[in-house]
C-alpha cells in the first residue's frame, strides 16, 4: 500500500498544517506574490517554525508531475498509513451517539478513495475502515482530492477486514452493504441506528467473506439503464440517506 511523502494542493496543505504540522518537513512553493492564495497559509507555516523553499513554477511541476498542486507541495517526515485497528475498541468505545462508519472495502483508485473521504467528512461519517492491503493507500492524490478529509475523518487500516466486520457487530453495530443485486432497496431500510456502510472495490464489488458478514444487503434504486454507480457517487448517495434518516428520525 503505497503512501504519500508529499501532499499537495492548497486544502490538503492547510488541512495537514491545521491538524499535524510536525509532520512537514517544508513547503515547497512558488512566488507568493505570483499566488496571494498561500499568503495566509505561508504565515501559519512560518508561525509553526516549517521551512519555506521557493521555486519557480516548472521545478514545482516537476515535483508533483502530472497534478494541480495550486503553487504548494508539503514534504512530509513520513507517510499517512492511518490509525492502527488496535485503536478502534477505544475508538468506538467512546463515541457519544450511535457509530455511523464507511467501510471500503479495497477501492483501487486515489481519487474514488479522496472522494470517498471528502463525502464521508460532509455526511458526518464517524470513521473510515479499509483494508491494508489490496487497496490504494493514502497517496497524495488521495490528499488533493479530500479536500482536507484525510486529516478530519479517522482512518482505520486493518490486517483483516473479516475480523473487524465480527467486532463490529460483537460491539453492537448493524453491518450494511451496497449490492447491486440486493433485494432490499436503500429508501426502504432503516438506518438511524449504529450502523456501518460497506462499499466494495470498482467493478468487483465487495469480496464474498465481506459480503458474508454483512447483516443486510441493499440496493440503490436505479431508474436508467446503467446497472451500477461509481464507488464515491454510491458512498454519497448511502451516506446521506442515512445522515438525512439520523437527522429527522420521524421522517
Known amino acids: 500500500?503505497?503512501?504519500?511523502?508529499?501532499?499537495?494542493?492548497?486544502?490538503?496543505?492547510?488541512?495537514?498544517?491545521?491538524s499535524r504540522p510536525e509532520a512537514i518537513k517544508k513547503l515547497l512553493v512558488t512566488d507568493v506574490?505570483?499566488?496571494?492564495?498561500?499568503?495566509p497559509l505561508l504565515e501559519q507555516a512560518v508561525a509553526a517554525g516549517i521551512a519555506i523553499q521557493k521555486i519557480n513554477r516548472k521545478?514545482?511541476?516537476?515535483?508533483?508531475?502530472?497534478?494541480?498542486?495550486?503553487?504548494?507541495?508539503?514534504?512530509?517526515?513520513?507517510?499517512?498509513?492511518?490509525?492502527?485497528?488496535?485503536?478502534?475498541?477505544?475508538?468506538?468505545?467512546?463515541?457519544?451517539?450511535?457509530?455511523?462508519?464507511?467501510?471500503?472495502?479495497?477501492?483501487?483508485?486515489?481519487?474514488?478513495?479522496?472522494?470517498?473521504?471528502?463525502?464521508?467528512?460532509?455526511?458526518?461519517?464517524?470513521?473510515v475502515i479499509m483494508p491494508q492491503d489490496r487497496a490504494v493507500g493514502i497517496t497524495?492524490?488521495?490528499?488533493?482530492?479530500?479536500?482536507g478529509a484525510v486529516e478530519s475523518v479517522p482512518i482505520f487500516t486493518v490486517t483483516n477486514l473479516a475480523r473487524t466486520l465480527r467486532q463490529l457487530r460483537d460491539a453492537g453495530i448493524w453491518i450494511y452493504g451496497a449490492s447491486d443485486t440486493a433485494d432490499a432497496m436503500l429508501y426502504e431500510s432503516d438506518l438511524q441506528g449504529p450502523i456501518a456502510?460497506?462499499?466494495?472495490?470498482?467493478?468487483?464489488?465487495?469480496?464474498?467473506?465481506?459480503?458474508?458478514?454483512?447483516?443486510?444487503?441493499l440496493a440503490i434504486?436505479?431508474?436508467?439503464?446503467?446497472?451500477?454507480?461509481?464507488?464515491?457517487?454510491?458512498?454519497?448517495?448511502?451516506?446521506?440517506?442515512?445522515k438525512r434518516q439520523r437527522s429527522f428520525p420521524n421522517n
Open 33 to 39: 506574490a505570483a499566488d496571494r492564495q498561500l499568503a
Open 221 to 242: 434504486p436505479m431508474a436508467g439503464q446503467v446497472e451500477s454507480l461509481n464507488v464515491s457517487v454510491a458512498a454519497g448517495v448511502l451516506l446521506f440517506e442515512a
Open 140 to 147: 497524495a492524490v488521495v490528499h488533493k482530492v479530500a479536500c
Open 59 to 127: 521545478e514545482l511541476d516537476q515535483q508533483a508531475p502530472d497534478s494541480r498542486h495550486q503553487g504548494v507541495i508539503a514534504v512530509v517526515r513520513e507517510a499517512t498509513r492511518g490509525i492502527s485497528e488496535r485503536q478502534l475498541p477505544d475508538f468506538l468505545a467512546a463515541l457519544t451517539e450511535p457509530a455511523f462508519l464507511l467501510v471500503l472495502d479495497g477501492v483501487q483508485d486515489p481519487h474514488n478513495l479522496g472522494a470517498c473521504l471528502r463525502t464521508a467528512d460532509a455526511a458526518g461519517v464517524h470513521a
Open 197 to 217: 456502510v460497506v462499499l466494495g472495490s470498482e467493478g468487483k464489488g465487495m469480496r464474498r467473506l465481506t459480503r458474508e458478514h454483512c447483516d443486510h444487503l
Open 1 to 18: 500500500m503505497k503512501s504519500a511523502e508529499q501532499v499537495y494542493g492548497l486544502h490538503a496543505v492547510a488541512a495537514l498544517l491545521a
